[in-house]
């Protein structure tokens, strides 16, 4: 069923605080774009990196995948804020009792 409206529009974006890197999500995070989102965490060099998923409204599998592989390349560096549906994918994934997750 239609609900009308337009659909959500996917955005990454990082901004940077000395060696801090915080990457804001919004929208679907899918095969199309996850990649997008994996590569504007890895643009610029960082010591922490806070990946904010808060307005993230779909999460597939692709997108699991680069968040691990961002854990992965910031061990006990990364923090994902992830929104309700993004907290149940991981939960559904087995990864939501990881470090780097920290639910509101």
């Known amino acids: ?3 009308g409206g337009a659909p959500p529009v996917f955005s990454a ?3 940077t605080d000395g060696d801090h890197l915080r990457v ?3 929208g679907e995070v899918d095969m199309a774009t996850a990649d997008t989102m994996l590569q504007t965490a890895l643009r610029e ?3 922490r ?3 904010d998923l808060r ?3 779909f999460f597939d599998s692709a997108a699991i995948h680069a968040v691990v592989r961002l854990a992965g390349h ?3 560096a990364l923090r994902v804020l992830p929104s309700r549906q993004v907290s149940r994918v991981l939960e559904i994934a087995g990864l939501g009792e990881q470090g780097w997750l920290h639910p509101a």
């Open 1 to 3: 069923m239609d609900q």
């Open 13 to 15: 974006s990082a901004e």
């Open 24 to 26: 804001v999500v919004t």
């Open 45 to 47: 060099p960082a010591t």
């Open 49 to 51: 990196v806070t990946l």
């Open 55 to 57: 307005a993230v409204t």
């Open 74 to 76: 910031y061990p006990d």
